[in-house]
């Protein structure tokens, strides 16, 4: 009886510890790398100045791996004497985004007219609310659509890693708590 009572005892704290690791180990799985495709539009909103800037504006859809499509829209200025660029960017998808900031460097990709651009994850709404990361990926324009804007393509890679709500992990921390308090009071 005695040991049957504490393999049973025993069962339910290895169940109760492998749901506590799950738990922990469920923000990490947002932090894996996606891979991206997109595409869209980007064109300046206002005139190129004296110095070759202007602002841009880029909007597209994306597909984001395992996390399905996502809006993109960037506003940045981008000059284009040097064919550097610097701005903000935010992918949302119905009550979630995240957004940052973004660097690019002008290339060429296969004969067009492209770039490099890096992404910095600042922050995020809803599921993706405290979001950190980065990513980088490669622009190529593919034509113009209506003048002044043209049409785009790009493929990359991003790393986003969601931080744990404090209620979440209040939750967590309350459960263990408690798992721990029964275990002492058992063992007594």
């Given at each position: 009886m005695?040991?049957?009572?504490?393999?049973?005892?025993?069962?339910?704290?290895?169940?109760?510890?492998?749901?506590?690791?799950?738990?922990?180990?469920?923000?990490?799985?947002?932090?894996?790398?996606?891979?991206?495709?997109?595409?869209?539009?980007?064109g300046?909103?206002?005139?190129?100045?004296?110095?070759?800037s202007?602002?841009?504006?880029a909007?597209?859809?994306?597909?984001?791996?395992?996390?399905?499509?996502?809006?993109?829209?960037?506003?940045f200025?981008?000059?284009?004497?040097?064919?550097?660029?610097?701005?903000?960017?935010?992918?949302?998808?119905?009550?979630?985004?995240?957004?940052?900031?973004?660097?690019?460097?002008?290339?060429?990709?296969?004969?067009?007219?492209?770039?490099?651009?890096?992404?910095?994850?600042?922050?995020?709404?809803?599921?993706?609310?405290?979001?950190?990361?980065?990513?980088?990926g490669?622009?190529?324009?593919?034509?113009?659509?209506?003048?002044?804007?043209?049409?785009?393509?790009?493929?990359?890679?991003?790393?986003?890693?969601?931080?744990?709500?404090?209620?979440t992990?209040?939750?967590?921390?309350?459960?263990?708590?408690?798992?721990l308090?029964?275990?002492?009071?058992?063992?007594?």
């Open positions: 005695v040991l049957s009572d504490g393999f049973a005892y025993g069962r339910r704290w290895a169940f109760a510890g492998l749901v506590w690791l799950a738990a922990l180990l469920a923000p990490a799985a947002w932090a894996q790398p996606i891979g991206y495709t997109g595409t869209g539009q980007v300046a909103i206002t005139p190129v100045s004296g110095s070759g202007a602002v841009f504006l909007q597209g859809t994306y597909e984001l791996g395992a996390l399905g499509d996502w809006d993109l829209l960037s506003t200025i981008f000059n284009v004497s040097t064919g550097l660029g610097t701005g903000g960017f935010d992918f949302s998808q119905g009550g979630s985004s995240f957004s940052g900031t973004i660097a690019t460097t002008q290339t060429v990709v296969a004969s067009l007219p492209g770039f490099e651009i890096v992404y910095t994850v600042t922050g995020g709404t809803g599921a993706f609310a405290g979001a950190t990361g980065f990513g980088e490669i622009i190529v324009l593919t034509g113009p659509a209506e003048p002044p804007f043209f049409n785009y393509i790009e493929a990359g890679i991003l790393n986003v890693s969601v931080v744990p709500e404090p209620a992990a209040l939750l967590m921390l309350g459960g263990v708590a408690a798992l308090g029964r275990r002492l009071a058992k063992a007594r």
